[in-house]
């Protein structure tokens, strides 16, 4: 029963963590809290048994993620009071979004309580043997390696384009 | 499954929408775009979390681990075009608003 107390108080930590990063009122701030996120998220994984995507979550969305937002921010320069005073959203969408966000919640409760859901079908292939993650990546979903692959080159080209210099820019 | 693992499952099913819908409330609250990727990157960690869940309850986190790479691999990637286009609009119309976006042509 420990460890349930462990898993409601890291998912306090990531639900209140995320409300802070999206609230702040200086971008940067938010930018570091959502490292914070990562952080939390990646201790779940660990604890949900998946240390790879942990390690990922970690190194990845906790670290350069991190570090590019970081960037970004410093680059731009944001100007944070006055900027954030005219683009104020007016409050009949913040009530429509506020509404639709506990229609989301009432639906998600009901369709748990209700319908009694308590399980996750597991996939007949997938219950055959033991399997670890190295052979799911490389036997079972090596098309996946081509996807990522292709979306990588997909990010290099855009980043490409989007940095470079126009004719009349010296 | 036991009774602490239906009440941790119930919690899960019930904390990753929640962190999906702080990123969408973000998304739709804001006009600043580094806050709109902020709540997009949130929206993707309710994702994962979900990913993981569904791994670890159905006793298999090797084939999820695998999903929720690939998922990480495109949020590195959407965050990298999102700050190249974020750089140039801050350059064009020296302002984080999505305002300004919509004068665009073409």
Redesign the interface.
Same mark, same amino acid.
């Given at each position: 029963?420990e460890?349930?107390y462990i898993?409601?108080f890291l998912?306090f930590l990531?639900?209140i963590t995320?409300?802070f990063? @999206?609230?702040h009122f200086r971008?940067i701030r938010?930018?570091i809290l959502?490292g914070g996120?990562?952080f939390f @998220?990646s201790i779940?994984?660990f604890m949900?048994?998946?240390p790879?995507?942990a390690m990922?979550?970690l190194s @990845?969305?906790a670290g350069?993620?991190t570090v590019?937002?970081i960037?970004?921010?410093s680059?731009?320069n944001?100007p944070y009071i006055d $900027?954030?005073k $005219?683009?104020r959203?007016s409050m009949w969408?913040?009530i429509v979004?506020?509404l639709s /966000?506990i229609l989301?919640?009432g639906v998600?409760?009901y369709i /748990?309580d209700e319908k009694n859901?308590?399980?996750?079908? @597991?996939?007949k292939n997938?219950?055959a043997a033991a399997?670890?993650?190295k052979?799911?990546?490389w036997n079972?979903?090596h098309v996946?390696l081509i996807?990522?692959a292709l979306?990588?080159l997909?990010?290099i080209f855009?980043?490409v384009v989007?940095?470079k210099k126009g004719k009349d820019e010296k | 499954m036991n009774a602490e693992s239906l009440i941790l499952f119930k919690l899960y099913i019930m904390v990753t929408p929640l962190l999906f819908i702080i990123g969408l409330f973000s998304i739709m609250t804001t006009r600043n775009i580094v806050a709109i990727i902020i709540g997009i990157e949130i929206m993707t960690k309710g994702v994962t979390l979900l990913f993981a869940t569904s791994g670890y309850f159905s006793s298999k986190p090797e084939i999820t681990q695998n999903f929720i790479i690939v998922m990480i691999i495109v949020e590195v990637v959407i965050l990298t075009i999102a700050a190249g286009l974020i750089i140039n609009i801050a350059k064009k119309y020296d302002s984080l608003s999505t305002k300004n976006i919509r004068n665009l042509k073409g």
């Open positions: 029963m460890n349930l898993h409601i998912l990531v639900v995320s409300v990063a @999206v609230s971008i938010g930018a959502l996120v990562s @998220v779940i994984l949900l048994k998946a790879m995507a990922f979550e @990845v969305c350069l993620i590019i937002f960037s970004v921010i680059i731009t944001p $900027q954030r $005219q683009n959203i969408k913040k979004a506020l /966000i989301v919640c998600c409760i /748990i859901i308590a399980f996750i079908p @597991v996939m997938a219950s399997m670890t993650t052979d799911s990546i079972m979903r996946d996807g990522q979306i990588l997909t990010g855009a980043v989007l940095f | -």
